[in-house]
């Protein structure tokens, strides 16, 4: 099974610190963010990843190399232009005829894969999500469940009108066929994918319990530095 890690993002709400660096490489507990990601597939035995890149792809390549030092296959899949989550992952998961992973690379999470490929299967599910309890449902898109089906999702609801405090925490089990569904050129699976299919019922959710730590601005970056706990 391959996993793609997305990574592709300029960082701009990171800057001065992505100025020359990209987002994927700053580190967190001595360690860049993506590396984490990586020895987690690796505990799940997941070995074979696409990193999906952009921004400074070359920094990227140059620290990741074939992927042998961490006893993993690394192949890249790189953006010439900004294609939004959805073109990204259709680009890079182009030859991929079997179920998939795929993780938002500027969070950190000690996601249990295991689980949510049993999961996936065991539903038949075309897509699986892996959903995280968060304490402000004002600040993300916040999952409507019908068991462990996804419903849809309720962008930046009140907390009276949020049916549950589950987030997407950007890891998913995938089937190749879904994306399909997504427009040409720049597009977003969230918006342009899940939604779309999970009338269906489609689209079925795992809780994370562990840790989650998005990164995408410097106030999260320096929370996940002080409090993350690396997990191997």
């Known amino acids: 099974m391959k996993a793609i890690i997305l990574a592709g993002g300029l960082g701009t709400r990171?800057?001065?610190?992505?100025e020359n660096t990209p987002k994927p490489l700053l580190p967190v507990k001595g360690k860049p963010i993506i590396e984490h990601a990586l020895l987690n597939f690796k505990?799940?035995?997941?070995t074979d990843i696409i990193f999906s890149i952009?921004?400074?792809?070359?920094?990227?390549?140059?620290?990741?190399n074939d992927g042998s030092k961490w006893g993993l296959n690394i192949e890249y899949c790189v953006e010439d232009e900004p294609l939004g989550t959805g073109g990204a992952i259709r680009k890079a998961a182009g030859g991929i005829k079997e179920t998939f992973l795929v993780i938002n690379g500027d969070n950190l999470a000690d996601f249990n894969w295991s689980g949510l490929i049993d999961t996936h299967k065991r539903n038949n599910a075309k897509v699986?999500?892996?959903?995280?309890?968060?304490?402000?449902v004002t600040q993300y898109g916040i999952a409507e469940l019908d068991g462990e089906k996804v419903l849809h999702f309720?962008?930046?609801p009140t907390k009276e009108e949020a049916p549950t405090n589950l987030n997407n925490a950007?890891?998913?089990?995938?089937?190749?066929?879904?994306?399909e569904i997504l427009p040409p050129g720049f597009c977003m699976i969230e918006k342009d994918c899940f939604e779309k299919i999970s009338p269906q019922g489609n689209v079925f959710s795992y809780r994370h319990n562990g840790q989650w730590f998005p990164t995408d601005t410097?106030?999260?970056y320096y929370r996940a530095e002080e409090e993350f706990n690396p997990f191997l």
């Open 154 to 156: 309720i962008e930046k």
């Open 170 to 179: 950007g890891g998913y089990v995938m089937e190749p066929d879904v994306l």
């Open 128 to 136: 699986t999500l892996a959903l995280f309890p968060v304490e402000d």
């Open 54 to 64: 952009g921004y400074r792809a070359d920094l990227i390549k140059e620290y990741f």
């Open 43 to 46: 505990k799940h035995n997941i």
């Open 218 to 220: 410097l106030e999260k």
């Open 14 to 18: 990171l800057r001065p610190l992505t």
